[in-house]
Structure formats: C-alpha cells, structure tokens
C-alpha cells in the first residue's frame, strides 16, 4: 500500500503516522490530529509503515494491531530490537479490549493501548500526552549528554599533557566506551630527574568509576614525592582508599618511577597488567603479582627493580589493550609485538597507532589505556 503524507501546520510541528487498514479510521484520526495542529503521514500495511518510518522518523505512532500483511505487535517488536521505539513511541490501536492482547502490546514496546470505537478526544489527549513525555525525555537525555560531557572533561583535565611536564618523555592515549570511564593516568615530576607515572583501572565501567579517578589523582599527588618509595606511596593510597571506596569498589594499579638520568625503574603493581619493555634487541614483559587497591588494608604489592638503556622504552596499558577471544597470554603477545613493530615511530604517533589497532580487533569494546615511556 502506498505510503501517503498529509502535512499541515508549522514544519517543526510533531508529526504523527498512523497506520490502520481500514480507511474510515485513518482518515479520521488524521483529520482530528491536523485539527489539533499535529502534521500526519498514514500507511495502510506494515511494510508501507516500515518505509515511513525509516524515511521520515516520525515523532509518534499510531499501530493497529492486526494489518494485512502482519501484526502491529510484531513491527513494535522489530522497531525495539532497532532501538527504534526510544525515539518513536507506539500507541497500539485494536477493537480487542482483552487484558492479556493489551499486556502483549506493552511487552512489545508500545507505551499506550486505545481500543476502537475511537473517541477523537481521547486520541488527542493521549497522543498529548506521549508528545509530552517524549519531550521531557529527550531533554533529559541531553542534559545527561552535558553532564557526562562536563564530567568527561573533568576527568581528561585530571591526566597531564606531556608537554605540561618538562622531560618526562612519554605519551598516552585513552579511549573510553562512555565519555567518562574508570581507565587513567597520572605523571609526577618528584625530583630533577625522576618522574613517577601512573596507570589505573577502576572496577566497573559506569560513571562512578570515572568519579573515583579524581580520588586517585588527589591522593598521588598528596603522596607523590622523592622521599617516599613507590611502595610507601602505594601502601598511604591504600590506606586512604580502603576507608573511601564503597565496597566491591577497587583499583588495579601500576606505579613506575624512573630516574632519567640513571636509568633506574621502580616498578609497584597492584594487581595489574604486567609493564612491557622494548630494549633495544629484546622485548621483557615484567609479570608481578600483587593486590589489587583500596580493598585489602593488608594488601600486599609487588615490587621490582629495572635497570634501562637509552632508548629503551616502558609501556604502560590497562586490560582492554589484552583482552583476547583466544587468551590473555595472546593479547599480551599481540601488544607486545605492536609496540616492537613500530618503535621506529616517535611515541607520539606510535601510542595512539597502536591503541587503534588493537581496538580495531577487539570483538567488545571496552576501555583502553596506553602510555608509553622513553629513556
């Protein structure tokens, strides 16, 4: 059947499809929303209504229940599964009045249920009223998309830029799934030549873990400085971590400072991703074991002593750099073997190419995290 438009009013005026085989009743409730100010489209089948929908996204629909070539429950459920029904709330129409039809249209995804004979105050009221909730939610949802993009700005304002830390030598790149996620960095200058860097995971994925982060910057830097060992320091953040978090709340964590002028690294990991260093004839992937920060207030970490060349460069990543279909071990070889095969490359260009290598890969995204540190 032929879709067919009939627009009236103002063009920024929500427009409504209704869709219903029997003629009488469409051109009935159109009449009645374009008296109402509403602009209408109408189609008489499901595959008219489908075309209308995907070209003109209208702002709601009107579905009869039982179309010639298939159910109105059926498309509401296939407008669901295309997140469709967020955007174009349903309103079935059907001269059922039984509960259990009325309860299969709600679990389909529509939002209202009016049974004919239809009453023209009635579908104008109700189609109001969904207009009105669509709106509110629609604002809603950009003020969420403020808010998460303010927060995502705290946050990346919270992870220094290289440049704003004179002969620190490193680069980083974060890619996270929401604006704002758990995975971060910190760098320190503590002393001349010594500078501290620091890669986080927080536990979970949702906006409170990106909160905890600032937590984290507060305490290194509170803690950060020469006279304290990088275990000191892991053992104070625990500490005050361990009395801060919610439970179940954590952090993996590795902690590296390296003097630059000797070429010593202190490597502390709080149940993190092993550090991976790219000499300049080989690759050691530096495994500790240790636990993880902010649950265990006898937690224990593990340490280890490097020495590097000039040249020799330290990586740094969360685990979603190393999360593999077919094992960790081989997402570890994967990033080791990117970091090798392109360290002709400055770190600049070499960190965020691998991070969109890898990601490219990844059949779940989750957050990423790599930083990447020269002698």
Same mark, same amino acid.
């Given at each position: 059947?032929?879709?067919?438009?009939?627009?009236?009013?103002?063009?920024?005026?929500?427009?409504?499809?209704?869709?219903?085989?029997?003629?009488?009743?469409?051109?009935?409730?159109?009449?009645?929303?374009?008296?109402?100010?509403?602009?209408?489209?109408?189609?008489?089948?499901?595959?008219?209504?489908?075309?209308?929908?995907?070209?003109?996204?209208?702002?709601?629909?009107?579905?009869?229940?039982?179309?010639?070539?298939?159910?109105?429950?059926?498309?509401? #459920?296939?407008?669901?599964?295309?997140?469709?029904?967020?955007?174009?709330?349903?309103?079935?129409?059907?001269?059922?009045?039984?509960?259990?039809?009325?309860?299969?249209?709600?679990?389909?995804?529509?939002?209202?249920?009016?049974?004919?004979?239809?009453?023209?105050?009635?579908?104008?009221?109700?189609?109001?009223?969904?207009?009105?909730?669509?709106?509110?939610?629609?604002?809603?949802?950009?003020?969420?998309?403020?808010?998460?993009?303010?927060?995502?700005?705290?946050?990346?304002?919270?992870?220094?830029?290289?440049?704003?830390?004179?002969?620190?030598?490193?680069?980083?790149?974060?890619?996270?799934?929401?604006?704002?996620?758990?995975?971060?960095?910190?760098?320190?200058?503590?002393?001349?030549?010594?500078?501290?860097?620091?890669?986080?995971?927080?536990?979970?994925?949702?906006?409170?873990?990106?909160?905890?982060?600032?937590?984290?910057?507060?305490?290194?830097?509170?803690?950060?400085?020469?006279?304290?060992?990088?275990?000191?320091?892991?053992?104070?953040?625990?500490?005050?971590?361990? #009395?801060?978090?919610?439970?179940?709340?954590?952090?993996?964590?590795?902690?590296?400072?390296?003097?630059?002028?000797?070429?010593?690294?202190?490597?502390?990991?709080?149940?993190?991703?092993?550090?991976?260093?790219?000499?300049?004839?080989?690759?050691?992937?530096?495994?500790?074991?240790?636990?993880?920060? *902010?649950?265990?207030?006898?937690?224990?970490?593990?340490?280890?002593?490097?020495?590097?060349?000039?040249?020799?460069?330290?990586?740094?990543?969360?685990? *979603?750099?190393?999360?593999?279909?077919?094992?960790?071990?081989?997402?570890?070889? #994967?990033?080791?073997?990117?970091?090798? #095969?392109?360290?002709?490359?400055?770190?600049?260009?070499?960190?965020?190419?691998?991070?969109?290598?890898?990601?490219?890969?990844?059949?779940?995204?989750?957050?990423?995290?790599?930083? *990447?540190?020269?002698?």
């Amino acid at each position: 059947m032929r879709l067919m438009p009939a627009v009236c009013g103002l063009n920024d005026s929500p427009l409504v499809l209704v869709v219903d085989d029997d003629p009488t009743i469409v051109c009935t409730i159109s009449g009645l929303l374009r008296a109402a100010g509403f602009r209408t489209a109408t189609a008489g089948d499901v595959s008219s209504a489908l075309r209308g929908i995907y070209e003109m996204r209208p702002d709601l629909l009107l579905l009869d229940v039982q179309l010639p070539d298939g159910s109105g429950f059926d498309l509401c #459920r296939r407008l669901t599964s295309e997140g469709l029904c967020h955007s174009t709330p349903t309103l079935f129409i059907s001269a059922s009045e039984d509960i259990c039809r009325k309860v299969e249209g709600f679990e389909a995804g529509g939002v209202d249920y009016i049974t004919k004979p239809i009453v023209g105050a009635e579908v104008v009221a109700r189609v109001r009223t969904h207009l009105r909730l669509k709106q509110a939610y629609e604002r809603l949802a950009d003020l969420q998309v403020e808010r998460m993009g303010r927060l995502a700005a705290a946050q990346q304002n919270l992870m220094p830029e290289p440049r704003s830390i004179p002969n620190s030598r490193f680069s980083a790149c974060v890619r996270q799934v929401l604006p704002a996620g758990g995975d971060f960095y910190d760098v320190i200058q503590t002393g001349p030549q010594v500078v501290d860097y620091m890669v986080a995971d927080a536990s979970g994925h949702d906006l409170a873990a990106s909160l905890w982060t600032g937590c984290l910057k507060a305490l290194a830097m509170e803690y950060a400085s020469l006279p304290n060992l990088p275990g000191q320091i892991m053992q104070s953040m625990n500490s005050s971590l361990c #009395r801060l978090l919610p439970i179940g709340a954590f952090f993996t964590l590795i902690y590296a400072r390296l003097n630059h002028g000797t070429g010593h690294l202190s490597l502390v990991s709080a149940g993190h991703t092993p550090a991976i260093v790219v000499h300049q004839d080989e690759v050691t992937v530096i495994r500790q074991r240790g636990d993880v920060l *902010g649950a265990f207030g006898d937690a224990a970490f593990g340490r280890t002593e490097v020495k590097l060349g000039m040249g020799d460069r330290l990586f740094l990543y969360t685990d *979603g750099l190393v999360d593999c279909r077919c094992s960790y071990e081989e997402g570890l070889r #994967r990033l080791s073997d990117a970091c090798v #095969r392109l360290r002709e490359l400055p770190l600049s260009e070499l960190v965020p190419r691998v991070v969109e290598e890898i990601r490219a890969s990844l059949s779940c995204p989750d957050d990423v995290l790599l930083m *990447g540190i020269e002698l």
